[in-house]
Nanobody, 123 residues
Framework: VQLQASGGGLVQAGGSLRLSCAASGRSFSRVAMGWFRQAPGKEREFVTAINWSGDSAYYSDSVRGRFTISRDNAKNTVYLQMNSLKAEDTAIYYC?????????????????WGQGTLVTVSS
């Protein structure tokens, strides 16, 4: 079972990036998926999560209105569209697969984790 995150890079403040997380080894169409991030010198924090069907999502206050999570269960892939990026969004972004149909902001709820993709926002 593997989660492969991609799409990170260097972008100027105000710009956009789209992250992808492709799952392999099993289907994740019946579990919630989430994105977390860890900035240098800080603890990992919750960013957003989406339920199994994709019709409900939850966002942290710091990204609500700027980031959008979505999923394509046919492709076993979850996406994170990031707009209006700020310097404080700089972090390694991790995708994770949950243990049930609905989402949680707690990292212990997630059973599988990707390797992370680095997002750097220059001010």
């Amino acid at each position: 079972v593997q989660l492969q995150a991609s799409g990170g890079g260097l972008v100027q403040a105000g710009g956009s990036l789209r992250l992808s997380c492709a799952a392999s080894g099993r289907s994740f169409s019946r579990v919630a998926m989430g994105w977390f991030r860890q900035a240098p010198g800080k603890e990992r924090e919750f960013v957003t999560a989406i339920n199994w069907s994709g019709d409900s999502a939850y966002y942290s206050d710091s990204v609500r209105g700027r980031f959008t999570i979505s999923r394509d269960n046919a492709k076993n892939t979850v996406y994170l569209q990031m707009n209006s990026l700020k310097a404080e969004d700089t972090a390694i972004y991790y995708c994770a697969a949950g243990s049930g149909l609905t989402y949680s902001r707690l990292s212990r709820y997630y059973d599988y984790w990707g390797q992370g993709t680095l997002v750097t926002v220059s001010s």
